[in-house]
């Protein structure tokens, strides 16, 4: 049975898709029958895609004299196996070309800088569609479906919420936490603010959810929900620390590479 909270904030998605003129649909449609395709199929669709990709790049003077310098000329790329023969974009030369971009109308999303250097990387409304379509894809598998409960947990410190804040996450049905809620007692109020949430799924820095686990073991409390699963963002973990959290949480642990 869908709540009143999944159904508005699945309304809210649908109306900012078409607010902003974002192919979401079209992009999620291909995705969910793609991923049954055989690998020739699939194959063909990259070749295209690429070939599309390489053409609007050599319309750019960045790309063609960044191809030239290397001496490959784009025309000689004709698969995804070529790939490896094209110079590797750094992220100076990317936010040189950013900065010669026009932004309108681009959407801006940004690295976490697990490599110590945030980028700012820009998409225009069909790259957008398609990332969040892909998104949306990979949590079906988990049984996550849109407008579902997010129980997040991010780096940076909440705000004092102002009136439009409180409406974004009342759209995106979304409960927020931040470092200082994980940490020594606090993980205690955390833990009951996530059993009042009926959040569906955990999503956010990796560290964070580590130190929620942490704490849970070291009080010995449990959740009185099951997630769906556990999505880990912005950094690095091993096997066996994914292998521990899913084990503490009930659910599985999936490693998401966003930007």
């Known amino acids: 049975m869908m709540t009143l909270r999944k159904r508005i904030s699945r309304t809210g998605l649908e109306l900012y898709f078409l607010a902003r003129r974002l192919p979401f649909r079209e992009h999620r449609v291909l995705l969910e029958a793609s991923q049954h395709w055989s690998a020739d199929r699939i194959e063909e669709l990259r070749r295209n895609r690429l070939r599309t990709v390489l ?18 000329p784009v025309r000689e790329v004709s698969g995804t196996a070529d790939l490896a023969r094209l110079p590797i974009l750094e992220k100076g030369a990317l936010r040189d070309l950013r900065a010669a971009c026009s932004t309108t109308g681009a959407f801006e999303r940004t690295t976490a800088g697990t490599s110590g250097l945030p980028t700012v990387v820009l998409a225009d409304p069909g ?14 598998w988990f049984g996550i479906e849109s407008g579902d409960r997010e129980a997040r947990f991010w780096g940076r410190p909440i705000q004092r919420p102002t009136l439009q804040s409180a409406v974004k996450l009342q759209l995106l049905n979304r409960e927020c ?11 205690l109020g955390a833990c009951q603010r996530l059993d009042r949430s009926g959040a569906a799924y955990l999503y956010g820095y990796a560290s964070l959810i580590l130190r929620l686990c942490r704490g849970l073991e070291r009080t010995g409390r449990q959740l009185r929900f099951r997630p769906k699963a556990a999505i880990l963002t912005a950094e690095a973990t091993t096997a066996s620390e994914r292998h521990w959290i899913g084990e503490v949480l009930g659910c599985p642990v999936v490693d998401e590479y966003g930007c």
């Open 127 to 140: 790259a957008q569609a398609a990332a969040l379509a892909a998104r949306s894809r990979c949590y079906a």
């Open 55 to 72: 053409d609007a790049a050599s319309a750019l003077p960045f790309y063609r004299d960044l191809h030239a310098g290397a001496g490959i």
């Open 177 to 187: 936490f931040d470092y200082r809620d994980v940490d020594g007692d606090a993980i």
